[in-house]
C-alpha cells in the first residue's frame, strides 16, 4: 500500500470530506488530492512534501512514521533503473558528432541567409523613403532640416539650462560649446564661436552666434545687448559679465512676451531635446475658487484662490490641477485657450507631455480627466 492510499483509506473510514480535511488542515483540497494520488509533483520539493504528508497524518490519527516510510518506498521504486536500460551499451563521443555535427554546421549558414535577406529589405525600404521624400519635397523639407540639424540646432556640444523670466541667469559656456534653453517651447541656442584678445587693451570680445536664425553678435564685457527675433517668442537681454581665453559668462535675463504675428496657438512643436519642451499653463482666476495642483507630480499651493490671481504653472512632464468651479478660471496651456469644465461643476485634470510615436522630436499636449 502506497502513503496516499494509507491516508485516503483512514479519511474515509472516519467518513471526512475531502473538502472537511482542507478546512480542518488548512491544506488546500487540492494538495490533500495529490497525496492521496501519491503526485508529489505539484509539491516544490521533497522537504514540502513530507511536511504536508506528516501534518495530514497526524489529522487523521495514522502513524507518520509508517507514512513516510510507504513515501520513501514509493519513491526509490519510481526512481529504480529498469534492467534493459542498465544493459544498454554506454554512447560514444561519436555517436553525439555523428548526430549533431551536421545540424550544428548548419546553423551559421541559416544566419548568416537571414542577415542577408534583412540587409536587402532595409536597403529596399530605404530606397522607397527617399523617392518619397523627393516627391514630397515641401512638408519633409522642415522635419529633414530640423533632425539633421542644418539650420536650427548648432552643430556643436550643447549644455541645456533651465530659466526663468524675472530672474537673471549666469551662464558659462566654454569657447567652440553651446547652451540652450527654452523660451515658451521654442528651442534657443546659444554658441560661443569664438574670443577675441585686444593687444592693445588687454581686453577680450565673444564672438556669439543665436540659433534659430543663425544670427551673429558680438559682445564687450559688461555691455548688454538686447535679443528681438521674431523666431523667438520672448525679448531678452544677454550680457557679457566675465571672459577668459577660453571661457565667456553670460547673463541672460528674459524680458515680455512677443506676440505671435498670427495669435494663433501651436499644437504641435518640434524639439531635439525633449527637456525643451515645457506644459505652460497660464490663466486668471474670474472668480473666488478652491484650486489645487500637482507640478511633475510635486504638490503645489492648495486652498481658496481670490478673484484676479494670476495662474503661471510650467512643467516638464505633467500638471494635475484640480479647481473647485471651472467657470470661473480663464486660462491657456501653451498659448492656446481651454475650458476645463462648465460653470459650477469642479473640475479635475491631468496635462501631459506626449511624445509622436513616430516622430520622436514631435511633442504635444493631452488633457484628460485625473
Known sequence: MTAGALLKKAREERRISLRQAADDTKITARHLQAIEDDNYMVFPGETYALGFLASYAVYLDVDPD?????YKGSQLTETETPLHELMQPTIQMSDYIERFAKPLILIPVAVIVVAGIIFLVTQLLSDKTTVKSGNDSQSSSTVTNFTKNSNTVPEVETDHVKLSPGRPSPQIIKKGRAINFSVQNTEVYIVLRDIISDDKTGTYKADLELFPGKKKY???EEEPIDIEDPGIPRKFKITLSGI??????????????????DNGAVNEVRVSNPDNFLIRLEGTLTGDTYIEYFVDGKPGKRGLFKKDTPLLLEANDSIQIKIGD????????NGKPEVLGAKGHVANKIIRKMRDPVEQSKFKVVIKDA
Open 66 to 70: 509508517e507514512v513516510k516510510r510507504l
Open 218 to 220: 558680438t559682445l564687450k
Open 244 to 261: 577668459t581665453a577660453t571661457n565667456a559668462k553670460l547673463v541672460i535675463d528674459l524680458g515680455e512676451e512677443v506676440a505671435p504675428a
Open 326 to 333: 471651472a467657470g470661473d478660471v480663464k486660462l491657456s496651456i
